[in-house]
């Protein structure tokens, strides 16, 4: 089965770390450009951070010089560090290898959840 899985979220504290991975199977990610969205309550879902197959990067202006996104290829994987987190980084953390969502990644723009392919999402918590 072709798919891709969150894993990584949970309850931190302002200023805490956490790192989501985005494992496939059934195909190898290295072969696909990779985004990550989020999506908070009441919120439209946005493009937090996205790479390249090339490794090149990219990240929304609110999460620069605190996330980090990176492949693994032997977990055929890739991962977002996130530090210094924020209040305003609590959400739902998705990933996709759907090229279409990667497109609007690069561009920094929504995604509907009824577009493209997704994982099931890992909660981010962000509380004092």
């Known amino acids: 089965q072709v798919q891709v899985e969150e894993s990584g979220g949970g309850l931190v504290q302002p200023g805490g770390s956490l790192r989501l991975s985005c494992a496939a199977s059934?195909?190898?990610?290295?072969?696909?450009?990779v985004a990550w969205f989020r999506q908070a309550p009441g919120k439209e879902r946005e493009a937090v951070s996205c790479?390249?197959?090339?490794?090149?990067?990219y990240y929304r202006d609110s999460v620069k010089g605190r996330f980090t996104v990176s492949r693994d290829s032997a977990k055929n994987s890739v991962y977002l560090q996130m530090d210094n987190l924020e209040l305003e980084d609590t959400g739902v953390y998705y990933c996709?290898?759907?090229?279409?969502?990667?497109?609007?990644?690069?561009?920094?723009?929504?995604?509907?959840?009824?577009?493209?392919?997704w994982g099931r999402g890992t909660q981010v918590t962000v509380s004092s």
């Open positions: 996709s290898s759907d090229t279409r969502l990667f497109r609007l990644c690069v561009l920094m723009r929504e995604a509907s959840p009824d577009f493209g392919y």
């Open positions: 059934g195909f190898t990610l290295d072969d696909y450009a």
């Open positions: 790479i390249r197959t090339n490794n090149g990067t």
